[in-house]
């Protein structure tokens, strides 16, 4: 007598083929989007179930899109440096981004995971849509190669790179300076008076930025936000030619 194979509940054919068309694909090897699509908890629930989780396509997928965004940063602004272009490329593939395009695709209400992941929010949470995005970039670049994952990421790319570009423009000088050294060298600008000139009623002041013991730039206004702001538009020029191997000179 034939062994008895459990039945485990599964993304079907129908359900797969509706995912293809939002997403205006067709894979050739369906199992790997069904893979893509297949959370670790719900192999917890059903240990029979016939295929892993999407965690190694994640990986995959990690690295492709790490290349493709590369890519696509290098030709799209042939000017910029690396130092931006590495922070314009990480603002691109971080998890709030990604779960975002996954949103988009729609991927959380197809992926497959176990009911108490799902009635705990599961299908909205940040991290599990992350890595069905890089899992599905994975099982595409497995499918069909680089070339379909490009036609798929990169028209979600452009607005992403716009809305990056508007909020940072957005920023006046000291935000800037505090979100580069805190990101890049995990120290917070410190600013100080060093100077006063001139009557009460038209008084000047110059301020002083560090960051670490070093002091990067001095601003001299009207008021010491003004000169604060200065100050920092000078330091975030010092980094610029620092990035650029530029030894830069501070007036003492």
Same mark, same amino acid.
């Given at each position: 007598?034939?062994?008895?194979?459990?039945?485990?509940?599964?993304?079907?054919?129908?359900?797969?083929?509706?995912?293809?068309?939002?997403?205006?694909?067709?894979?050739?090897?369906?199992?790997?989007?069904?893979?893509? /699509?297949?959370?670790?908890?719900?192999?917890?629930? %059903?240990?029979?179930?016939? $295929?892993? =989780?999407?965690?190694?396509?994640? $990986?995959? &997928?990690?690295?492709?899109? =790490? $290349?493709?965004?590369?890519?696509?940063?290098?030709?799209?602004?042939?000017?910029?440096?690396?130092?931006?272009?590495?922070?314009?490329?990480?603002?691109?593939?971080?998890? !709030?981004?990604?779960?975002?395009?996954?949103? %988009?695709?729609?991927?959380?209400?197809?992926?497959?995971?176990?009911?108490? !992941?799902? =009635?705990?929010?599961?299908?909205?949470?940040?991290?599990?849509?992350?890595?069905?995005?890089?899992?599905?970039?994975?099982?595409?670049?497995?499918?069909?190669? /680089?070339?379909?994952?490009?036609?798929?990421? !990169?028209?979600?790319?452009?607005?992403?790179?716009?809305?990056?570009?508007?909020?940072?423009? &957005?920023?006046?000088? @000291?935000?800037?300076?505090?979100?580069?050294?805190? &990101?890049?060298?995990?120290?917070?600008?410190?600013?100080?008076?060093?100077?006063?000139?001139?009557?009460?009623?038209? @008084?000047?002041?110059?301020?002083?930025?560090?960051?670490?013991?070093?002091?990067?730039?001095?601003?001299? &206004?009207?008021?010491?936000?003004?000169?604060?702001?200065?100050?920092?538009?000078?330091?975030?020029?010092?980094?610029?030619?620092? !990035?650029?191997?530029?030894?830069?000179?501070?007036?003492?």
């Amino acid at each position: 007598m034939a062994p008895v194979v459990p039945w485990v509940p599964q993304i079907t054919m129908t359900e797969i083929e509706e995912l293809e068309r939002i997403l205006g694909l067709e894979f050739a090897d369906k199992s790997l989007l069904q893979r893509a /699509l297949t959370h670790r908890s719900y192999l917890n629930e %059903h240990p029979d179930f016939a $295929f892993e =989780d999407n965690e190694r396509l994640e $990986f995959l &997928g990690d690295a492709v899109l =790490d $290349f493709l965004t590369g890519e696509y940063l290098y030709h799209r602004f042939p000017e910029m440096r690396e130092g931006p272009l590495t922070s314009l490329r990480s603002a691109l593939v971080r998890r !709030e981004t990604l779960a975002r395009f996954a949103r %988009h695709l729609g991927l959380g209400s197809h992926l497959m995971m176990g009911h108490g !992941e799902a =009635d705990s929010g599961g299908r909205d949470r940040p991290a599990i849509l992350c890595a069905a995005f890089e899992a599905l970039v994975g099982a595409l670049y497995l499918d069909q190669g /680089l070339g379909a994952v490009q036609q798929l990421v !990169e028209p979600m790319i452009e607005p992403e790179v716009a809305r990056t570009l508007r909020a940072h423009l &957005g920023k006046d000088a @000291k935000s800037q300076l505090q979100e580069i050294a805190q &990101g890049q060298r995990q120290q917070t600008p410190r600013y100080a008076t060093i100077a006063e000139h001139g009557p009460d009623h038209a @008084k000047e002041f110059t301020v002083q930025v560090t960051i670490g013991a070093k002091v990067y730039g001095r601003g001299t &206004g009207k008021s010491k936000q003004r000169a604060a702001q200065k100050a920092a538009q000078a330091a975030l020029e010092v980094l610029k030619l620092e !990035e650029a191997g530029v030894p830069p000179e501070i007036e003492s």
